[in-house]
């Protein structure tokens, strides 16, 4: 039987790891060596997009520094690299009526691409501007009008932050800073964005910001981004996702992480789903609005009475959800495992990431007796192990541990043996 020893790392004991555990990115070869990512297959994954004219066509953004984009020509089934970016990617869009046009929001800049992720140009946010762990939209009914959420930065010494959201009116080409939330004794950033599918100077978006104690709370702009009210209401926790109905512009749904909340009368009050429900992901089946998808941890959602109810589902996806599409009845689930993809409208789900190789590996290990033995812990996903020298990988069953995994250790004469350090 296999044995897997943890032992856990106890800060309070002020044992650290050696310096020299890193995590490995798998990224471009350096010049004159010959390497290829082996897996295992998946990523975290930010963002994802249908291409509008051939919804076959999806693209993927990938965590880490370089940021990878992934393409699919086959609904997901099968990934190609399209490019890396030389920053930390936090959300990507496409635009709604050119295919070739894709975005992807970085640290302090807009990566844009024309020719379907192929090549890009950046642009800056501007000084003090950043993007950290914000999203980005394109207007659907004007799509060289797009939007991204971030912080900016009005104290550099004391590093205070205002909720920001930020405005292209010429696709991409230059941006312009709008503050959302202003107090000098607070800092706070923005999440959740959503357009207004038929107005495209009807924004929303979800905040955070500091001040003696944590305040979230949901924003709402009539005028492209000048002024901004709060629509907070009976709204509780941070508004990660915000989705608006396409084909009725009062309904619209703010998913946190205490709840899903739905308003029929664009923001002014809002109503919490009945039952469990959370979603950090939100997405609406653009041929049926009553139907909505949720993503969370390990965790998918659905409801087909424009979010009154909602029924849970916790087999075949993994991971923490950043992103969702819907395409008909395929629906796809984006996490910090991965992509997963549903053909049945969300009541099944199978892993849906081959050949995206964007693992992020903290923890590796080959096995001294059986040089064809490897063990790998991905950041954000779990513990793996290749009995063929990387070529194929095996999830291994969850196991209690205190954050990621940072050592691996094999018995020299028993591959059966594991001990693993485990700490946060």
């Keep these: 039987m296999k044995k897997i020893f943890i032992v856990f790392l106890v800060l309070a004991l002020g044992i650290l790891l050696p310096a020299r555990q890193k995590i490995v990115h798998l990224g471009p070869p350096a010049d004159g060596a010959s390497w290829a990512p082996v897996g295992p297959a998946g990523g975290e994954i930010k963002g994802l997009a249908l291409n509008p004219s051939n919804k076959n066509i999806i693209y993927a953004l990938a965590y880490g ?33 050119n295919a070739n046009n894709i975005y992807v929001l970085a640290s302090n800049k807009i990566f844009k691409s024309t020719d379907g992720g192929v090549t890009w140009q950046d642009r800056a946010l501007g000084t003090n501007c950043y993007g950290y762990n914000g999203k980005i939209a394109v207007s659907p009914s004007i799509p060289s009008i797009v939007y991204a959420t971030g912080y900016y930065v009005y104290d550099t010494a004391g590093w205070k932050t205002r909720p920001a959201v930020y405005k292209s009116t010429d696709s991409g080409q230059t941006w312009s800073m709008k503050t959302v939330y202003s107090d000098s004794s607070t800092s706070g950033t923005t999440y959740g964005l959503a357009v207004d599918p038929m107005n495209a100077n009807v924004v929303y978006t979800g ?49 946190t992480p205490w709840g899903i909340f739905r308003s029929i009368d664009g923001g002014q009050s809002w109503t919490k789903n009945e039952g469990y429900a959370y979603a950090n992901a939100l997405a609406i089946d653009p041929s049926n609005p009553s139907i909505i998808f949720g993503g969370y941890n390990k965790e998918s959602y659905k409801s087909t009475n424009g979010g009154v109810t909602w029924t849970r589902n916790q087999t075949g996806v993994s991971g923490n959800c950043a992103a969702m599409l819907v395409n008909g009845n395929r629906v796809y689930f984006g996490s910090s495992a991965g992509v997963y993809r549903s053909d049945d409208s969300g009541s099944n789900w199978t892993a849906s990431h081959s050949g995206l190789l964007a693992a992020q590996i903290p923890a590796l290990c080959i096995s001294p007796s059986s040089p064809n033995v490897i063990f790998a812990e991905v950041a954000n996903n779990g513990f793996f192990k290749s009995t063929d ?30 001990y693993i350090l485990a700490g946060g």
């Excluded at 926790?237 to 989705?243: E, F, H, L, P, R």
Aim: one cysteine or more; glycine letters at 8%; hydrophobic letters at 30%.
């Design 389 to 418: 020298y990387g070529a194929s990988w095996t999830r291994m069953p969850d196991f209690y541990r205190c954050e990621s995994v940072y050592r691996i250790i094999v018995n020299p004469v028993n591959v059966n043996d594991l």
């Design 207 to 255: 905040i955070y910001y500091y001040q003696e104690s944590n305040f979230d709370r949901l924003y709402k702009s009539t005028d492209g981004g000048d002024n901004w009210s709060d629509k907070t209401g009976s709204i509780v926790g941070t508004v990660n996702a915000i989705v608006v109905d396409p084909t009725n512009a009062s309904k619209l749904y703010a998913g």
């Design 65 to 97: 520094y370089p940021s990878q984009v992934y393409k699919s020509l086959d609904g997901g089934q099968g990934w190609t690299r399209t490019s890396l970016l030389n920053e930390y990617g936090f959300a990507l869009a496409a635009d709604h009526t």
